[in-house]
């Protein structure tokens, strides 16, 4: 079994392929492997982050707010967390809120 230096590096591993799949729009893809970091190492408050990010860009906004969370309980002091929180519930209020505002005579 690999030391925990080993799982640390693979973990990151994932976390920047993440990252890249993110940046290219890949988003289900960045999502699986912020996932795999996470099962790799549990405490990996970048990837529930990052993780936390890619989920309203594929429609799953409470699942954002679950890894906002999670990293919050895991690093209260984690500004990136606190920062981006919000983010989900604003993109699905651009959503929705658009057809209400049509739709009411």
Request: proline share 7%; charged share 25%.
């Amino acid at each position: 079994m690999p030391g925990r230096w080993a799982l640390s590096k693979v973990a990151r591993t994932y976390l920047l392929t993440g990252l890249t799949q993110y940046e290219q729009g890949e988003h289900r893809k960045a999502i699986q492997d912020y996932t795999k970091a996470i099962e790799i190492a549990k405490n990996y408050v970048a990837a529930y982050v990052n993780r936390g990010l890619s989920h309203p860009l594929s429609g799953h906004y409470k699942r954002s707010l679950e890894d906002f969370e999670t990293a919050l309980k895991l690093d209260p002091e984690y500004m990136q967390a606190y920062y981006f929180r919000p983010s989900p519930m604003r993109r699905r209020a651009n959503m929705i809120l658009p057809s209400r505002i049509t739709a009411t005579p």
